[in-house]
Nanobody, 125 residues
Framework: QVQLVESGGGLVQAGGSLRLSCTASGRTRYINSMGWYRQAPGNQRELVATITDGGITNTADSVKGRFTISRDNAKNSVYLQMVSLKPDDTAIYYC???????????????????WGQGTQVTVSS
């Protein structure tokens, strides 16, 4: 099992900045991708950004140029730097981790997804 703990959410005015942090613990050895998703009231959870253990990122078009995801593999941590925040960015932000292990050559991959408890980000206009 993997446990994820987020921090850094809060209330900020439009145009402001926040930095979210997430640290994984437990069976972190097989984590390859970590990322951030968000869910606003009445909406489905959506991708914000992900990053592989090799540093390859995938960022939603809606936040490109404003949000930057980074990762510290040694600390099993992922970060989301958010600038130029807009009221539309208001949501609960969830940290995610994807693990994959292949016990033997002939074995199928065993994959799992883990989620943090979420941290509220509120952007006032």
């Amino acid at each position: 099992q993997v446990q994820l703990v987020e921090s850094g959410g809060g209330l900020v005015q439009a145009g402001g900045s926040l930095r979210l942090s997430c640290t994984a613990s437990g069976r972190t050895r097989y984590i390859n991708s970590m990322g951030w998703y968000r869910q606003a009231p009445g909406n489905q959870r959506e991708l914000v950004a992900t990053i592989t253990d090799g540093g390859i990122t995938n960022t939603a078009d809606s936040v490109k140029g404003r949000f930057t995801i980074s990762r510290d593999n040694a600390k099993n941590s992922v970060y989301l730097q958010m600038v130029s925040l807009k009221p539309d960015d208001t949501a609960i932000y969830y940290c995610s981790a994807h693990s994959m292990v292949k016990p033997c050559i002939e074995c199928p991959k065993i994959e799992n997804d883990y989620w943090g408890q979420g941290t509220q980000v509120t952007v006032s206009s």
